[in-house]
């Protein structure tokens, strides 16, 4: 969620405007410039992204930045009672000024819980900041710093800055309509991510409809499973579900979402082991129709021992996320393309597309393999 600034700034704005899919890629060059007004929101425009810019910025574009365009338009009227706001009342106007370069202009709302990263210069205010984030959230009870990724389970490291710490970090989120528990502090969990499951769902729609019947599934790294609730809660579209994760403090809540939204009585199994293993039991192999991946770092990796619980004798589907090299997309399509062949599939469709960008070189891929 991006924040407003208190700030003073001029209207009309310039603005930069980059595709969708680069937005980080040139925030960050903006940034390194100072060109970019961090005081204020990137916007959505048209198909693309509108990048805010300083007053630094030059009038001519640099050669570089000269292939997009620069619009004007009026900045965000501000509310004297955001969390910038209260901020600058909190810490005083001369702090304020004397840091606004490093104040967080961006965080992560889940469910109840805010997730913000701070700048070590602006560490020792960290509770004027939770006070400040709580003040304008009312939904929000827990405000938590992130300290980045660690661990073999990839878990965000948190340090509650604000709120109760009897609270913990588990909370309820709504998602594509349906509710279900998450704690980040014990695995991941991303609402940006949203889209994507809503999609799986519309593929296992059409899926259904090829098959003329309900549909067997496997996810593999199910997490707390927000891919599976949008499916459980579809009338008439599953008969049954495998969801694993290899983490077991995560599968007891993904026990928990399955069984709160099992509202007919889907055949439900749940595990807690290695995915790379699934295979050795003789009931998965070509069971399932629909297949999810979703462990972006390894995904590549890990897909020549997954493919084998796809059905073999009827249109099955894989669905599947990775992150990689922005120049490999075709390389990794060519993959599993030999990939499918060599296990004897014969492919219908197959999709190999950036989602969006996660670095300045690397892009989340979304992964679709239709077989006949």
């Not at 574009?61 to 910038?84: M, R, V």
Request: net charge neutral; aromatic share 8%.
């Amino acid at each position: 969620m991006k924040l407003k600034s208190p700030l003073d700034v001029p209207n009309p704005m310039r603005y930069l405007v980059v595709p969708s899919q680069e937005t980080e890629t040139w925030k960050e060059y903006l940034v390194s410039k100072g060109w970019m007004e961090r005081t204020l929101s990137i916007e959505i425009e048209g198909s693309g992204r509108a990048i805010p810019l300083s007053n630094l910025f030059p009038n001519k574009a640099p050669i570089d930045l000269s292939k997009f365009d620069i619009i004007e338009k009026n900045a965000p009227i501000i509310s004297p009672n955001d969390y910038l706001g209260f901020l600058k009342i909190k810490v005083g106007e001369k702090t304020y000024n004397e840091f606004e370069n490093f104040w967080p202009q961006s965080f992560d709302q889940i469910g109840e819980l805010i997730i913000i990263k701070l700048e070590k210069e602006v560490e020792i205010f960290a509770k004027e900041i939770a006070q400040s984030l709580l003040s304008q959230n009312k939904k929000a009870t827990r405000i938590f710093q992130d300290l980045g990724v660690h661990g073999n389970f990839r878990i965000r490291k948190l340090n509650l800055i604000g709120g109760s710490e009897k609270l913990g970090g588990e909370t309820k989120v709504r998602e594509n309509g349906v509710e279900f528990f998450v704690d980040p502090t014990k695995g991941y969990y991303s609402p940006r991510l949203a889209t994507e499951r809503l999609e799986t769902l519309e593929c296992a729609v059409l899926l259904k409809e090829k098959l003329k019947r309900k549909l067997k599934i496997c996810d593999a790294y199910a997490g707390f499973g927000p891919a599976l609730m949008p499916l459980i809660k579809k009338n008439g579209l599953v008969d049954s579900i495998f969801a694993n994760d290899l983490n077991p403090e995560v599968t007891t809540i993904l026990q928990k979402n399955l069984i709160d939204n099992n509202k007919e009585n889907i055949n439900l199994r749940i595990t807690c082991e290695d995915a790379r293993k699934l295979i050795s039991l003789n009931e998965n192999i070509g069971f399932f129709d629909l297949l999810l991946v979703n462990l972006p770092h390894s995904t590549i990796e890990h897909l020549p021992t997954l493919i084998g619980l796809l059905n073999h004798s009827e249109t099955s589907v894989l669905r599947a996320w990775s992150i990689i090299d922005s120049k490999r997309l075709d390389e990794v399509k060519t993959q599993i393309e030999l990939l499918f062949t060599s296990e004897n599939f014969s492919i219908s469709k197959i999709i190999v597309e950036a989602a969006r960008t996660y670095s300045p070189t690397q892009v989340y891929v979304k992964i679709e393999v239709w077989t006949n």
